[in-house]
């Protein structure tokens, strides 16, 4: 199977409710789409805004792997913008459907034709490469939409795009429909499928499981209303499920996933597939016995596929396998009877949520005696407060705190400050970096700090210490 990626984060995934990339913001992660490897990144539509224009035109200046594509309507102005701009791919979109050609045209079908037909012809004089996208395609007549796109290939089109712009569709149906376009038509199909019945991207496998060569993705599956198909859904499921061998940098998803999130204010649920926090942690006792024999016990495909590890969360349901590999990744070594006790002091808290391994290790300390502590190594937690901007969103600020991997809990407080969040790091330099970056965050006025170091050796046990940030 030949595939190809479009990714439009930046033009699909900026018409998300209440997202609005700055240029620079554009800029990295156009760079970081076409480290990955994408085949296409559509770079936005310039009719839009000033600033949309101006990051066009940045953009357009980025030598990238990746085919550029500029996104504009069947008009002569919008198309002249991507030859303007020295974009060489135009998309050209036009509503399809019934309801389009009645209640946003107001046209019949045949001068539907048409206008697609001078439109496409327009751009190839212009020299432009198009993508001929039918909107609403999913919902157009059948023969219909093979009359389009014969029309579109004759006028010169490149490539030809069935949209489900509503996702109203389901896998078996586009697939039928994808192939009866292909049937009709020599010109590669792309697929553009929006997630409203959480479908997007069983869909656009079934599109190109019909005939399709390319689908439309967006990083972490931003875009209109509930979004379109997810890149990292969709490019790891190509690799392991239908083994396609294109040279993406699976390893970036992760990377690329996080720069989107915290630009866009929109984070993932814990448990996204592929990208999400709980993606690779293990809880249930038999699952995680199982798992640390051998991963592929209870995972898809291996965390490392993509830069990530697996965790064993440990709280009630925790086996003992479990707790021994956590205690020997500290260097702790226990014989049964003291693994006993200590999962039967976890046992007996079901309230408690999770053990972290400090919560372990003060277990360990009322087992076995503050003894074993000269072999752990040391862990720093802070709680940071943080006042903010009058005019800053806090609950936008929170949940971009929630994205960092050092904070493990945020809190909306009342009173002098704004924000309380639990951070931990694995040294005091990790925690002093951390800190300056929340500093410098836009919207932060002050910060303080009260910082735990808890550290072990032979001659001490632990120290506290509070400190403010000036």
């Not at 792309?190 to 019945?197: A, F, R, T």
């Not at 649920?269 to 690779?280: D, H, K, Q, T």
């Not at 999770?354 to 862990?379: C, N, T």
């Amino acid at each position: 199977m030949k595939v190809e990626l479009l990714d439009s984060t930046i033009r699909e995934g900026e018409q998300s409710p209440n997202v609005s990339f700055t240029v620079e913001q554009k800029l990295e992660i156009v760079k970081l789409l076409d480290e990955f490897g994408v085949e296409f990144i559509e770079l936005g539509h310039p009719a839009v805004s000033p600033d949309v224009r101006e990051a066009v035109e940045r953009l357009a200046r980025l030598d990238t792997r990746a085919n550029k594509m500029v996104h504009g309507r069947a008009l002569a102005r919008d198309i002249d913008d991507a030859a303007n701009l020295n974009v060489p791919w135009v998309g050209i979109f036009f509503g399809t459907s019934p309801l389009s050609l009645e209640y946003k045209f107001q046209i019949t079908p045949q001068k539907a034709l048409v206008r697609i037909s001078e439109a496409i012809r327009y751009a190839k004089d212009k020299g432009l490469k198009v993508r001929f996208t039918a909107e609403d395609a999913t919902r157009t007549d059948t023969d219909f939409l093979v009359e389009v796109a014969s029309v579109a290939e004759e006028a010169g089109a490149d490539r030809f795009s069935i949209a489900d712009t509503v996702g109203t569709t389901h896998p078996a149906s586009l697939r039928k429909l994808v192939r009866a376009v292909a049937s009709s038509v020599s010109i590669p199909l792309h697929v553009h499928c929006h997630n409203d019945y959480g479908l997007a991207t069983a869909n656009v496998l079934a599109g190109l499981e019909g005939g399709a060569r390319l689908a439309d993705v967006t990083v972490n599956g931003l875009g209109e209303r509930s979004g379109i198909s997810a890149l990292s859904e969709v490019a790891v499921t190509l690799k392991m499920l239908y083994k396609v061998d294109n040279p993406w940098n699976l390893e970036l998803l992760p990377k690329l996933s996080r720069v989107v999130e915290r630009a866009s204010g929109i984070f993932n649920s814990e448990n996204r597939p592929i990208v999400g926090l709980y993606a690779f942690t293990h809880k249930a006792g038999l699952h995680t016995r199982a798992v640390l024999k051998d991963p592929r016990t209870y995972e898809a495909f291996p965390p490392e596929l993509i830069k990530r590890h697996r965790e064993i969360t440990i709280d009630k349901y925790t086996g003992r396998d479990a707790v021994r590999s956590r205690l020997e990744t500290m260097g702790v070594k226990l014989n049964d009877d003291q693994l006993n006790e200590i999962i039967e002091i976890i046992k007996s808290q079901p309230t408690k949520r999770h053990f972290s391994d400090m919560d372990l290790l003060d277990i360990v300390d009322d087992v076995l005696g503050l003894e074993m502590r000269a072999r752990v190594p040391i862990d720093v937690e802070a709680i940071v407060n943080m006042e903010l901007n009058s005019a800053l969103y806090t609950t936008r600020v929170t949940r971009r705190l929630m994205g960092y991997p050092y904070v493990q809990d945020v809190y909306e407080i009342t009173g002098e400050f704004d924000i309380v969040a639990h951070i931990k790091t694995k040294s005091i330099a990790e925690l002093n970096e951390f800190i300056e970056e929340l500093r410098v965050s836009e919207g932060v006025e002050r910060t303080t700090t009260r910082l735990i170091l808890k550290g072990y050796s032979r001659d001490f046990e632990h120290e506290n210490k509070t400190s403010e940030d000036k």
